[in-house]
C-alpha cells in the first residue's frame, strides 16, 4: 500500500520560497513516476512538475519553469517541490500524487493527473503580494 504525506506548505510573501515534501511508504519508490499538482479556489488542478526517482529525471511546466523544480532523496523515500520567485497566482493547494510505471510512462504521463492512483492530503501555499 502506497501512502503520500506532504508537507512545507505555509504562508509566504511575493519573491520567496518554499520547498515542499512528500514521503512516500511502500515499496515502489523507485519504480514510481512522482507528481506535483497544485489546484487554486475555482480553478483546475494543474500539474507542475515530476520526477521519476528511478533515474532523477525531472519534469517543470512552462508556466513555472526556471522557479520550481523537484528533487528527491531516495534514502528517505521523499521527493521535494522547491519553489522560488513566488507570486501571489501561485497560490493553491499543492498535492504530491503517484502511479507506478516506468520512466516513459512518467515522461509520457506526469501531467495527466488521470494516470495517478495515489494522492497525499494536500499542503495549503499561500503568497501574498
Known amino acids: 500500500q502506497v501512502q503520500l504525506v506532504e508537507s512545507g506548505g505555509g504562508s509566504v510573501q511575493a519573491g520567496g520560497s518554499l520547498k515542499l515534501s512528500c514521503v512516500v511508504s511502500g515499496d515502489t519508490y523507485g519504480r514510481m513516476c512522482m507528481g506535483w499538482f497544485r489546484q487554486a479556489p475555482g480553478k483546475e488542478r494543474e500539474g507542475v512538475a515530476a520526477?521519476?526517482?528511478?533515474?532523477?529525471?525531472?519534469y517543470t511546466a512552462e508556466s513555472v519553469q526556471g522557479r520550481f523544480i523537484s528533487s528527491q532523496d531516495s534514502a528517505k523515500n521523499t521527493v521535494y517541490l522547491q519553489m522560488k520567485s513566488l507570486k501571489p497566482e501561485d497560490t493553491a493547494m499543492y498535492y504530491c500524487a503517484a502511479f507506478v510505471g516506468g520512466e516513459a510512462d512518467c515522461r509520457r504521463a506526469w501531467e495527466n493527473q488521470a494516470d495517478y492512483n495515489y494522492w497525499g492530503q494536500g499542503t495549503q501555499v499561500t503568497v501574498s503580494s
Open positions: 520526477i521519476y526517482p528511478g533515474w532523477a529525471t525531472v
